[in-house]
T-cell receptor, first 116, second 113 residues
């Protein structure tokens, strides 16, 4: 069974640009969550999508947005990039029914974004 | 809000040494607790979990016990190997937002042959 895949693996952008990252969950998983990992702030929750709806959102500015498609694939977008957005962005998927209890989250390898 | 405090790293041990990485938490309700491991250049892998008080999670020789009275979930392994070198993260989800993980700062473990 294929794991969580994220594309691209590496990205270099300049300040002010925007970027879109993609995540394909494990087949059958309907929940996708996104996390930002930086040396200074550690791992922080961005948002979670289930059945194309954002169910939970972390404490990030509106420049960070996401969406989920009917096949459960998800994208996140960062507009007007800042130097501080340089990070490893991790996607995780889980097999969970809406409102259900915790199910294990499986993480992808991440996308390394560098903002110059 | 929820928070996880982890033992500061880095930790360097010799092969076959005993490992303890301390983790304490603050959460509302009845959180589930996890240890994740991150190898260089990879994403996170779930190492073990415990979903209620006094549960013991175990996997690959690692163990951790959910201690509600001390709000702790310390990771232990009796004999580490070079292949255990990685970054270890303690994390929790609370009962209200089951799929939002709150992570500790991570502990870098290096095991020398």
């Amino acid at each position: 069974k294929a794991g969580v895949t994220q594309t691209p693996r590496y990205l270099i952008k300049t300040r002010g640009q925007q970027v879109t990252l993609s995540c394909s969950p494990i087949s059958g998983h309907r929940s996708v969550s996104w996390y930002q990992q930086t040396p200074g702030q550690g791992l922080q929750f961005l948002f979670e999508y289930f059945s194309e709806t954002q169910r939970n959102k972390g404490n990030f500015p509106g420049r960070f947005s996401g969406r989920q498609f009917s096949n459960s694939r998800s994208e996140m977008n960062v507009s007007t990039l800042e130097l501080g957005d340089s990070a490893l962005y991790l996607c995780a998927s889980s097999r969970t029914r809406q409102g259900g209890s915790y199910n294990e989250q499986f993480f992808g390898p991440g996308t390394r974004l560098t903002v110059l | 809000g929820n928070s996880v405090t982890q033992m500061e790293g880095p930790v360097t041990l010799s092969e076959e040494a005993f490992l303890t990485i301390n983790c304490t938490y603050t959460a509302t309700g009845y959180p589930s607790l996890f240890w994740y491991v991150q190898y260089p250049g990879e994403g996170l892998q779930l190492l073990l979990k415990a979903t209620k008080a006094d549960d013991k999670g175990s996997n690959k020789g690692f163990e951790a016990t959910y201690r509600k009275e001390t709000t702790s979930f310390h990771l232990e392994k009796g004999s580490v190997q070079v292949s255990d070198s990685a970054v270890y993260f303690c994390a929790l989800t609370d009962s209200g937002s089951a799929r939002q993980l709150t992570f500790g700062s991570g502990t870098q473990l290096t095991v020398l042959p």
